[in-house]
């Protein structure tokens, strides 16, 4: 190769993720046409693979064939991809070359060539925020073929890829290396009489206010840990919020499920959530005390303002990490015969890819390293099954779902996985102008709303935001939920995820106008 561009100038910071796959003269499938591609090659491996066994071998491959198979599962199981078993000695000289790859149909063909001759593997592909226009691969090039792979890709397709990155393997491969510690805002003085909404919080502190909130408010307020515990061991804390609280029957209300932290970098999102639940009590604001008595009659809410524990605690280390702490594999998936990653140990997965619906097939990576990596199968995360369990324990009640993230100002409904209008498109245009109105009239922001694959369509037309494995598609398909929601927070990109602390509040606020918009249209109803 000629030479290692560690950044991409001028990438958008938006998601954008393959929708097409392209053959090697260019033609375009659709997903499910590429998705027949890759099972007949799968077909034809296994062929080739046959025909070489011996015969007892022949025999149980085919009782397979017939006993197995037609029982598979419908829930995919993502494994890593087949190689000959090396150690990490074998791969002296081997070279990882992450490319960003713009949606040229040449550029594409040219690397599957490569892949079909040999001279390259294909480790993974993936849509990244950084990447609206295209796709980053990351690739394997061994020693004899680096130079005239490089010279090719230099010479005829130098203007739609861009090298971000070279890892060189073997004995100088890279070990991982995080930031130093990054201390999370707030009151050193775990007492929960110091919160406030000037400052982000650690988990302990979010929990111990929760259950001061609890013992200020016992005739409409009640702590309870959700069942199970994080890989980490830690608990889910969620508080439940409705009128005469202790009488059984308040559980029969209707349910508003709200959530933030599931992604442990969007600290505005518990930031919010919490002043959600303070709100609630109606001395957060005043004005709106009767309003909310009201609210409290009619719904009980259940509120747990981080579902991602583990990765929330873990920002403070690495402020940007966005996946929760299970160890997932080993990057590109390159493992030596005697288990050792060849490049590094990966640790999480995306909790917003790891729901049962479309699982795996849209917008997420293989790579376990990956901040999309949605994990080996639905659900195998302790903290989704957590929420996952008691979403189904609650759900003749449950009326209303909303997942806080951030950012970008946005109201989201389905669908993310499929670009299929949802049924209740009208219902959810009639929200979401309702939403967008309460906050524009509470603070002057705007936010836009919108189906989530159309996450880019105003900045970036024809561009779609695909998104399989999420809560809010899982919630709306499995029980038939129509009020299950995304809110993307503050703000547009200015500060990203370290949103100011003085942003703290008003974002609150307007979540808060935003919320009861959302309760006054379903009362109507």
Known sequence: MKTAVTNM??????????????????????????????????????????????????????????????????????????????????????????????????????????????????????????????YKVDILISPEHLEEVGDVFVAEYGNTMNILRIIPLGSESPTKSYPDVIQMSGTKNQDPEFFGYKAYHTLDSIYAYLDLLAQMYPSFMEVFELEGSTYEGRKIKAIRITNDIRNETSREKPMVWLNGGTHSREWISPATVMYIADALSGDLEPERRAEVAALRDTFQFVIAPIINPD??????????????????????????????????????????RNWDVHFGILGSSTDPCDYSYP?????????????????????????????????????????????????????????????????KQTTGKTYLSHRIVEIHQQKYPGKWYDVSGSSIDWVYKTFGVVDSYGIELRDQGEEDFDLSTDQILPTGQESFAGLIAILDIISED
């Open 311 to 352: 990765g929330y605690e873990y920002t403070r280390i690495d402020r940007y990490w966005r996946k929760n702490r299970k160890p997932s594999g080993c990057r590109f998936n390159l493992e030596s015969c005697a288990g050792e990653c060849i490049v590094e140990e990966c640790y999480g997965v995306d909790t917003n």
């Open 9 to 134: 100038p001028g990438a958008p910071p938006f998601h954008f993720y393959k929708n097409v796959a392209i053959n090697r003269v260019g033609y375009q499938y659709t997903v499910w046409q590429h998705q027949l591609l890759i099972f007949s090659r799968i077909i034809r491996h296994r062929i080739r693979e046959f025909l070489r066994m011996p015969r007892i071998g022949m025999f149980c491959f085919a009782w397979f064939l017939i006993a197995v198979v037609p029982f598979a599962t419908t829930s995919p199981v993502r494994t890593s991809p087949a190689r000959n078993c090396k150690s990490i000695s074998d791969y002296e000289g081997y070279n990882v070359v992450q490319v960003y790859v713009l949606r040229h149909d040449e550029a594409l063909a040219f690397l599957e060539t490569l892949s079909e001759e040999g001279r390259i593997e294909i480790l993974s592909t993936s849509g990244h925020k950084d990447f609206v226009l295209g």
């Open 375 to 439: 994990g080996e199968q639905a659900f195998d995360q302790e903290c989704v099954q957590i929420i996952r369990d008691y979403l189904i324990q609650q759900s003749s009640v449950l009326k209303v779902h909303i997942d806080y993230h951030s950012y970008a100002q946005l109201f989201l409904y389905p669908w993310g996985h499929t670009r299929e209008e949802p049924e209740h498109l009208e219902y959810y245009n009639r929200v979401g102008a309702a939403y967008v109105e309460a906050i």
